[in-house]
């Protein structure tokens, strides 16, 4: 296994990714500290983990377009139907949206998640190993080691669904190859444990994890019971386990309000909002400037690529998103001076995006906050798993209770069944556009890729349409550089 898994954490919470050489070990060069230094302490221990955090937003393989989980949440919409790339005067991420980047195990956007999750992987498991021997307070111990084994499972989450086959519940064990389990701060090469033996693992950590964890912390960008909760959340709807994500998502959402149609309008880009769970909280000595977030998935930013190729969205999707709900101001159809917001020069493509967003016109700083969790999304996971279980009055109210929050001329659902499932996926589409999830749930939920039917995707910028469920392509291949360092792994279907 690749030297890169055992990372070691920075002074100052950055992260080094210098491999753990004897020599690094003992001299431990200015700004660089070991594994022992960084736990010896929890005071120590908090810049450590904080350290991973910031991992999840670094440019990765020096590419500004591959800048931690954001970018990867940016991919795995791509590879779906809904936010599309307006036109091929910018190229960045193109390879991606053609499924073409995650089929070659050499491209930046198929080695990206496997680095990014398996550096968080490996700091978080010298966190795990190390931090019951630190000296400090036992209450700070628990909280370090629940946001650990939280930030590690949530690492293998990401990992098992892009690398290995989905998660079928009606066929358990999933024996089909996963990834490697790294569980100890190790760099021999591992060979890829199953499907189910990785959901066992991090089931297994949220578990131990919100043993740990309580509702308090100090800052929203870190891992509290809450967030813990959604991830089991999440984890049990991929497993096609109903009754737990139904529940697991109503206990998540408590304490966090749906935000109001004002504060729906204000950008997305403010992590103080009432709805959000967990996010990335941007501050001013962290900028990723044209690598950030905002730089390619805001309406504003003095960016290139917002400027000259602006993400849109589905136009068969829109389309159907009442004029009266709050979430169809987040697009626009048919854009103009006086009702769109863009960069100087940008251009208005139809049915532009306007849901991201930066303060100034145009916005000279990618400054914005990015949600990796919302309230809204428990909600949906609540009543979809409610719909699924056949319980369709809980269901109903749970889309409800949401949607009249964005659509206050919306009426309680009377469908049943498939009906009521796909009103729920609706919403979802709608609701969590550009935050990530649309590749996955297509993945989980065993559906193919359909982009027909739209008047503003263009076979230019697309090539790809159609992909049959189940097809070896939803898998990312294993990175050449992981297989040339790692004789026991096996590649993917070619």
């Not at 009426?411 to 069944?417: A, F, L, N, P, R």
Request: aromatic share 10%; proline share 5%.
């Amino acid at each position: 296994m690749k030297k890169r898994y055992l990372t070691l954490v920075m002074a100052l919470g950055l992260l080094t990714t210098t491999s753990c050489e004897k020599e690094f070990l003992e001299t431990s060069p200015t700004g660089s500290i070991d594994a022992g230094s960084a736990y010896a302490t929890t005071a120590n221990a908090t810049a450590a983990i904080n350290g991973i955090y910031r991992a999840m937003v670094v440019r990765y393989l020096s590419s500004q377009g591959h800048f931690g989980h954001p970018a990867m949440m940016i991919i795995l919409d791509l590879l779906g139907e809904d936010v599309v790339i307006s036109n091929t005067s910018n190229t960045w991420h193109l390879p991606e949206i053609r499924w073409l980047a995650h089929r070659n195990d050499t491209s930046a956007g198929d080695q990206l998640a496997y680095e990014l999750y398996y550096r968080l992987i490996g700091n978080a498991n010298i966190a795990i190993a190390s931090i019951d021997n630190a000296a400090g307070p036992e209450a700070d111990k628990n909280r370090l080691k629940g946001e650990a084994l939280g930030l590690r499972a949530f690492s293998y989450f990401n990992l098992v669904q892009l690398y290995g086959k989905r998660y079928n519940g009606a066929a358990k064990p999933n024996t089909q190859p996963g990834v490697p389990l790294v569980l100890t701060p190790t760099t021999d090469g591992l060979p890829r444990a199953t499907v189910e033996e990785i959901y066992t693992q991090i089931n297994a950590d949220l578990a131990q994890a919100a043993t740990l964890l309580t509702s308090t912390r100090s800052y929203k960008s870190h891992i509290n019971l809450e967030v813990i909760k959604g991830f089991q959340a999440r984890v049990a709807l991929t497993q096609q386990n109903w009754a737990d994500a139904a529940k697991l998502a109503a206990e998540a959402r408590k304490g966090y309000s749906p935000m109001s149609a004002t504060q729906y309008q204000d950008g997305f880009s403010d992590i103080s909002n009432p709805e959000w769970i967990w996010g990335f909280d941007h501050l001013e000595d962290q900028s990723e400037f044209f690598g950030a977030f905002h730089s390619y998935m805001s309406s504003n930013f003095n960016s290139t690529n917002i400027r000259v190729s602006p993400k849109v969205i589905n136009s068969a999707l829109y389309d159907k998103i009442p004029t009266t709900d709050v979430r169809s101001k987040m697009w626009v159809k048919t854009p103009t001076a006086t009702n769109s917001i863009v960069p100087t020069g940008g251009v208005r493509a139809p049915y532009l995006n306007q849901k991201f967003r930066l303060p100034g016109t145009p916005s000279t700083s990618t400054m914005g906050d990015i949600p990796y969790m919302r309230a809204a999304e428990m909600y949906l996971i609540e009543a979809e798993a409610q719909a699924r279980l056949g319980n369709n009055a809980e269901a109903s109210t749970a889309l409800f209770n949401l949607i009249t929050t964005r659509d206050p001329a919306y009426v309680k659902s009377t469908k049943t069944g498939t009906d009521l499932i796909d009103e729920i996926l609706f919403h979802r589409r709608v609701e969590l556009w550009g935050e990530g999830f649309r590749f996955t749930d297509l993945k989980r939920m065993n559906a193919p890729l359909n982009r027909n039917g739209s008047t503003n995707i263009q076979s230019s910028v697309v090539v790809l349409f159609d992909m049959p469920a189940g097809d070896k392509q939803w898998e990312f291949l294993i990175p050449r550089r992981e297989l040339n360092a790692n004789k026991a792994i096996e590649q993917n279907p070619l």
